[in-house]
């Protein structure tokens, strides 16, 4: 299977369920958006865990739900957004999230705009 997002919906979706590949190009620009949004917020020491944090995994569950997973395979990863005893956590993830929710939420409105 190729990397490159079209053919990951070409390959997963039906040829002609439109609607269905504009909601997978927007969640696909969402994801993008979201690791954008994220990596800003993430604290830098070598960059090894900014570099890291990417989306994977664009998933169908029948024919009618697209979903993707945001994060990293770094284990420091989860005492930067949360913290320990000796630092605060950075909240990388649920800020980034956060942050993104509105223009998001715009998008989805879009592909579905553009499907009618």
Request: aromatic share 6%; no cysteine; glycine share 6%.
């Amino acid at each position: 299977m190729s990397n490159n997002p079209e053919d990951i919906l070409e390959d997963l979706l039906p040829k002609e369920d439109e609607l269905l590949k504009n909601l997978g190009r927007a969640i696909i620009d969402i994801a993008d958006y979201t690791v954008d949004r994220i990596k800003e917020r993430t604290r830098v020491d070598t960059g090894y865990l900014r570099n890291s944090i990417h989306w994977s995994n664009l998933n169908t569950s029948g024919n009618s739900v697209l979903s993707v997973e945001v994060g990293t395979n770094v284990e420091y990863g989860v005492w930067q957004e949360y913290g320990n005893s000796r630092m605060s956590g950075a909240r990388m993830f649920r800020d980034g999230i956060e942050v993104s929710r509105p223009w998001a939420e715009q998008r989805l409105v879009q592909a579905l705009d553009n499907s009618t």
